[in-house]
C-alpha cells in the first residue's frame, strides 16, 4: 500500500519556467491537499479538493493552479516559477474533511523545489 | 499573526528522559488538536490527537495534555527514545469558509542516546 505518493522529490527551476507536481493516493480518499513548508511557519495551504472535478483555494494560492481530473490524482502547476516558490511541497489526502474527528491527513513525502 | 505557535524551535532530551513539548493557541474556537511527527525527507504522520471535551489523550509513550483556559496543549514523551528524534507539529482543525487545518511551526526534538 503505498498511500501517497508525489513526483519529483527534487527540482530546481530558473525563474520564468514552468512545472508541474503530481500526486497520487491508492485510499479511494476524497479530499486532496498542496501544502507548502518554510522554515518557520509551518504548513501553508496552497489549494485543496474535496472531490474528483473539483478544487478550491487555500491560504496561499497565487502563483499556482490545480486540477482533479481522476479521483486518485492532484497536480500542482506552476505556470511562471518565481524564487518566492522555493519550498517543500506536500500533497496529502483524507477521507473526510481535516477537521472531522479521527480523520487525520495522510501526507507524501514531499517535492523539494529551489527557483533559481 | 500565527493562530498556532510552538516557540521552541529545538528541544534536545537524554534518551530514557521525559520529553515535553509545548504548544500555544490564540483562537478560542479551535476545539480539537493534532499531533504530526516529521521524520527528514518524510512526510508528516499522524501521532495523536484531542478534542476540547477532554484534557489528556494518552497512547503509549505519548500523552496530550488540554489546558483549555491558558490555551495551551503539551506532548510527553516517556521515556523518550532516539527513534523519537524528528520535527514535532502542533495543529487544529478550523472551519472558514473552508475546512482549514492550521499547522504550528514546528519543534525538532533531539533524543541522545
Known amino acids: 500500500n503505498a498511500g501517497v505518493t508525489q513526483t519529483p522529490k527534487f527540482r530546481v527551476l530558473k525563474t520564468g519556467q514552468s512545472m508541474t507536481l503530481l500526486c497520487a493516493q491508492d485510499?479511494?480518499?476524497?479530499?486532496m491537499y498542496w501544502y507548502r513548508q518554510d522554515p518557520g511557519m509551518g504548513l501553508r495551504l496552497i489549494h485543496y479538493?474535496?472531490?474528483?472535478?473539483?478544487?478550491a483555494k487555500g491560504e496561499v494560492p497565487d502563483g499556482y493552479n490545480v486540477s482533479r481530473l481522476k479521483k486518485q490524482n492532484f497536480l500542482l502547476g506552476l505556470e511562471s516559477a518565481a524564487p518566492s516558490q522555493t519550498s517543500v511541497y506536500f500533497c496529502a489526502s483524507s477521507a473526510t474533511t481535516g477537521w472531522v474527528y479521527n480523520s487525520p491527513l495522510h501526507f507524501g513525502n514531499g517535492t523539494r523545489l529551489t527557483v533559481t | 499573526d500565527q493562530q498556532v505557535k510552538q516557540n521552541s524551535p529545538s528541544l534536545s532530551v537524554q534518551e530514557g528522559r521525559i520529553s515535553i513539548l509545548n504548544c500555544d493557541y490564540t483562537?478560542?474556537?479551535?476545539?480539537?488538536f493534532l499531533w504530526y511527527k516529521k521524520y527528514p525527507a518524510e512526510g508528516p504522520t499522524f501521532l495523536i490527537s484531542?478534542?476540547?471535551?477532554?484534557d489528556k489523550n494518552e497512547d503509549g509513550r505519548f500523552t496530550v495534555f488540554l489546558n483549555k483556559s491558558a490555551k495551551h496543549l503539551s506532548l510527553h514523551i516517556v521515556p523518550s527514545q532516539p527513534g523519537d528524534s524528528a520535527v514535532y507539529f502542533c495543529a487544529a482543525p478550523f472551519k472558514t469558509s473552508y475546512d482549514k487545518v492550521i499547522f504550528g511551526p514546528g519543534t525538532s526534538l533531539s533524543v541522545i542516546p
Open positions: 483562537n478560542s474556537m479551535f476545539d480539537y
Open positions: 485510499m479511494n480518499h476524497e479530499y
Open positions: 484531542i478534542s476540547s471535551i477532554k
Open positions: 479538493s474535496v472531490g474528483e472535478g473539483t478544487t
